[in-house]
């Protein structure tokens, strides 16, 4: 029999190897298995907020201006520009005016349809708006390679050249048909200059018309043209009713293809760099599909999910080659999708908050505008996973994950079945270079007593009184680690005591100028904070959120440790107004900062922005509703400098998402089994 003196004074005693041995295998769940994952590049969407609800400030059209950047137009007149941090800009227009049809001019201009007024309108890249009266109404409108800019006539037979001066001239087809063009894709420009246009109601029109306004029609074989679009030569192609497509030489002479069914309506298409043509086809029985054609003719056919309850539309290509396009339902019950299909062909739907009209791909990105004002865009990271059967073997995992092979000077360990104990030992065991392992409160699990052993660690941190973790754990992990280890316990009158001793063990040898103020009341916040916390190598330290003022022993402490400023985390409601304020008396008010989200999700993703302001490439994702994997998994995300963001169990919350993104995070990590995390989580799922 041997004994040691822990931090905290207590004598405890061990007893014999044998005995313990014993009560080790008298542990009943027997050893449970650790897994990792392979990575798994996963596209994601992600929303930033719309700047209102109300339905005029649903995103109309979209595209890209000149200067790389989105822009897009609201049905209440606005313009809106993503800007390069992927904060939105809005020039308020005309609350009266509708703006549709954005397209970028070759002068550097953005050209818009003014459907209220009849107006064709410059925008400028500083979002300054000029009209230019064209007496129509267009929803089709197609730059020229000249700086001119066209607009199709949704009510009369004729086409709108409006220069970049400003200059209108009218180009009527009246001789050819009585009908204006209603679609929203009926002229397109082609690689020479000219223009074509279709009008596929009344008497069907196949025309061209030259920079200098010439007028040609050309036969179409009987078939009703029913959309204009770049084919994958680069070259005008029409899509007619009879699910036919042709490709149109500049002699107007057409080679047709039956790729569709009849009646089959192409709703948006785009072309990838391998010159293929998608399109996205609502077809005669209200199902909708998509399909490729090469330039020379081979046609292939994906089948869409939700195809039967959706109308796809705003197809986008981004730059790594995947294929986006949006799947909105008339129904309000979240039916609305965004879908993308990789280069390899692999497909998968993305729910999104409302549906989207447009969309429109930069250079780095592919941008969405949904109905409620809010812009989505795209992002791809490679998603794994590291889970046990257990919460216990899923620390484990997380260790492995670190110290593969290898050992750690020294392991901390807490019980997996109650936080506030343990909710400070995360940026401790970062500080030494350790990972943090959990225990059942009365026996150590077969899975945890073998990771001891192969860690062979020089000392051991057991987190928290008997009643967290009992004599006979204690016991035990003095016999997995044998007698050459040192083990220590950690313990305080109270779980805030507790918090204080474990940052004096870790912290109280080394300066320490700034630190994190969390409430040890509730676990999320804290959990949050630890990891950012160990990654910049400063405590965690503990507070009882609902009081009125900051503790003498923790103002005591953070004097000890030569703490400067403090981050208070998470709202008033977590962390007391007081309580920052006597902080501000202790430090400095201008010393004292309180991150905050709108909820603990926000508050994580906050918490990541701010510690990780030059970004951050890998990223991990633990539950925000329950600690055990959390609080394992933010040692290891200390350990690693990573980010650890919460989310909910079965989708991630948009500003999580979006902190993914604005952290330029190409990895992420999911812990814990689908039991915990869902496989929507592991696929980036908006929620």
Known sequence: MRT????????????????????????????????QTPAVPTPYVHEYPARSSDAEHAVASMATGSDGLGWFTTWGGDVGRINADRTVSTFPGNEESVLVGLTPGSDGSLWASEWSTGSAVRIAPDGTQRAFPIDGTAWSVAAGSDGDVWYADAAQPRIVRVTSAGVVTDFPYDGWSSDGIENDQGLVAGGDGNLWFIVGSGTPILGRITTSGVMTPFPTGGRIPATLMTGPDGAPWVAFDDGSVAAIAADGTLTVMDVSASGASVTDSAVTADHRLWMLELLADGSSDIRTITAGGAVAHLTLPNSTTTYPTALSVAPD????????????????????????????THPVSSAVGASTATSSDVWFGEIDGSVATTGTADVDRISGSNRYATSVALAQAAFAGTTADTVYVATGTNYPDALAAGPAAAKAGGPLLLTAPTSLPDVVAQELRSLAPKRVVIVGGTSAVSATVADQIGAAVGSATTVDRIAGTNRFDTSRRI??????????????????????????????????GIPVVLVNGGASAVDGDTADLLRRLGVRSVSVIGGTSAVSGGIEGSLGTVLGTANVTRVAGV??????????????????????????TAFPDALAGSALAAGQGAPLLTTRDTCVPSGTLSEIAALGADDVTVIGGVNALSADVAALHLC
Request: proline share 4%.
């Open 4 to 35: 040691w003196t822990g931090t905290t004074g207590r004598a405890v005693t061990l007893t014999t190897l044998a005995a313990a041995a014993a009560a080790a295998v008298a542990f009943a769940p027997g050893v449970a298995q650790a897994d």
């Open 321 to 348: 080659g995947t294929v986006w396009f949006a799947q909105s339902s008339d129904a309000d019950d979240g039916t609305d999708f965004v879908t993308s299909v990789t280069p390899a062909g692999a497909m998968r």
């Open 503 to 536: 940052v004096t063990d870790a912290f109280g040898a080394h300066a320490v100028t700034s630190a994190y103020v969390a409430t040890g009341t509730n676990s999320p916040d804290a959990l949050a904070a630890a990891a950012a916390a160990g990654a910049k």
């Open 599 to 624: 909820n603990r999700f926000d508050t994580a993703a906050q918490i990541a922005a701010t510690a990780f302001p030059g970004g951050a490439p890998h990223v991990y994702v633990a539950t925000g």
